[in-house]
């Protein structure tokens, strides 16, 4: 079975600063990858994906992320954080079970800004 | 109305009451799922349904039971719950075609407590 580890309950970075939240994934193929980002009181928004090609994925509000295979892990990045980042991330990889997509989360990575 | 919107957005119940939660998605997807999310804890898949169709259904109790009458609408029926199933259930969808895997959309999800 496929598994998410994120290492970094808590990240706190002033604002300006650069950004990387660390993702490892087990998992036996070739594995979908994405991030999320939650806000307070919201469900989770997808900042980008894995899927093929590419190691290195440009998303959405400035993050881009890197699927290092031999590392097992798809670490998010972000060069100048600004105080609206300021959130709950989530990395997840998915799976295929009887031909239907099942992903798998992370425990989640609280991103605090300092101003 | 557009993406996946959920209702109620906050829910308190009794122990002894029957309530459900609904989901609707506007995208026009042929896959759903809820998501249990407590604090601290990683995102808890539940049940996902594809083509309206349960495919999976991860040991929850059955105190929990879902209903898909149709690929835009997903619920969940709520009886003799526990107050450690208070948290905040998410709804989300994809769609699913021919091998090709992509990610889901969330709504803002219910707020759930169980006194």
């Known amino acids: 079975a496929q598994s998410v580890t994120q290492p970094d309950i808590h990240i706190t970075v002033s604002e300006g600063a650069s950004l990387e939240l660390r993702c490892n994934y087990s998992y036996g193929a070739t594995p979908y990858l994405f991030w999320y980002v939650q806000s307070p009181g919201q469900g989770l928004q997808l900042l980008l994906k894995?899927?093929?090609?590419?190691?290195l994925v440009q998303g959405i509000k400035g993050f881009e992320a890197e699927f290092k295979r031999s590392q097992s892990s798809f670490n998010l990045r972000k060069p100048s954080v600004h105080w609206s980042d300021a959130a709950e991330y989530f990395c997840a990889v998915g799976a295929v079970s009887g031909g239907s997509y099942i992903p798998t989360f992370g425990r989640g990575t609280s991103l605090i800004v300092h101003p | 109305e557009t993406g996946v919107t959920q209702t109620p957005r906050h829910l308190v119940m009794g122990m002894t009451n029957k309530k459900s939660l609904k989901c609707e998605q506007h995208?026009?997807?042929?896959?759903m799922y809820w998501y249990k999310q407590s604090a601290k804890k990683p995102l808890e898949l539940m049940f996902v349904y594809s083509l309206e169709e349960r495919v999976e259904n991860n040991s929850v109790p059955s105190r929990f039971s879902p209903e898909c009458p149709n690929s835009s609408h997903l619920f969940l029926h709520l009886h003799t719950l526990q107050p450690e199933d208070s948290a905040l259930y998410l709804c989300?969808?994809?769609?699913?075609?021919?091998?090709?895997?992509?990610?889901?959309?969330f709504g803002p999800g219910t707020r759930l407590t169980v006194l």
């Open positions: 995208l026009g997807h042929n896959a």
């Open positions: 894995y899927f093929s090609g590419d190691t």
């Open positions: 989300a969808s994809s769609q699913e075609s021919g091998g090709s895997y992509n990610e889901q959309f």
